[in-house]
């Protein structure tokens, strides 16, 4: 558990441990619910270990974000969001590293979405190639999604523990949606951009 704690915190997907802690913020004129979110039919379709999986969605006010060095994080605080989780059939072997996540947020000012993908693509500038206390990061090329964009490639290894993920960043105004696909390798990039390509059309 140690190493998965770790990890997700430093791809910035602790949301779900963040989701029933969250402090009030300004009310956003249009909120977030599971409708804005890829149906797990999308889901499975670009990721096909996923099908005949589940999905559950929690509300997300707050997202960690690079900081000002590899290593450091920080919070920002969304007007409105979601997280949904995809997992593997019950009986799926793949466990956590065949789930997928989806976090998608609604800033009412603009600016502060541009901000956020903003340090993601100066994150992978500065630090792709470069070990981050045992995980590595390396940048990926992703195709043109809405108004800006960014991917990398994370692995962690602690205690003979693999953890492995594509993550794909992306604004359309002032929403930003983050997919994490927990158990992908580089060359699977194109499922993840599925996902997020369905995140981009749900999120309207």
Do not use: W
Not at 69 to 94: F, I, M, N, Q
Not at 160 to 179: D, K, L, S, W, Y
């Amino acid at each position: 558990m140690g190493a998965r704690k770790k990890f997700v915190g430093i791809v910035a997907a602790s949301a779900l441990l963040l989701s029933g802690a969250m402090g009030t913020a300004q009310a956003a004129p249009k909120p977030v619910t599971d409708k804005n979110l890829p149906t797990m039919a999308q889901v499975a379709k670009a990721v096909p270990t996923l099908k005949k999986g589940s999905f559950f969605g929690e509300k997300l006010r707050v997202i960690d974000v690079p900081g000002k060095t590899c290593e450091a994080t920080k919070r920002a605080k969304a007007d409105a969001g979601r997280v949904g989780v995809y997992l593997p059939h019950p009986k799926s072997e793949l466990g956590f590293n065949g789930m997928t996540m989806v976090q998608t947020v609604r800033f009412t000012k603009k600016a502060k979405a541009k901000q956020v993908v903003s340090d993601f693509q100066r994150f992978v500038k500065r630090c792709s190639g470069k070990s981050m206390d045992g995980t590595k990061m390396t940048s990926i090329k992703v195709p043109k999604l809405g108004d800006q964009r960014v991917g990398f490639f994370m692995r962690t290894v602690e205690e003979g523990e693999e953890m492995i993920a594509n993550v794909i960043v992306t604004r359309r105004g002032g929403t930003v949606i983050q997919v994490f696909q927990f158990g992908a390798e580089k060359s699977d990039k194109s499922q993840t951009v599925g996902v997020t390509r369905a995140a981009l059309q749900r999120s309207r």
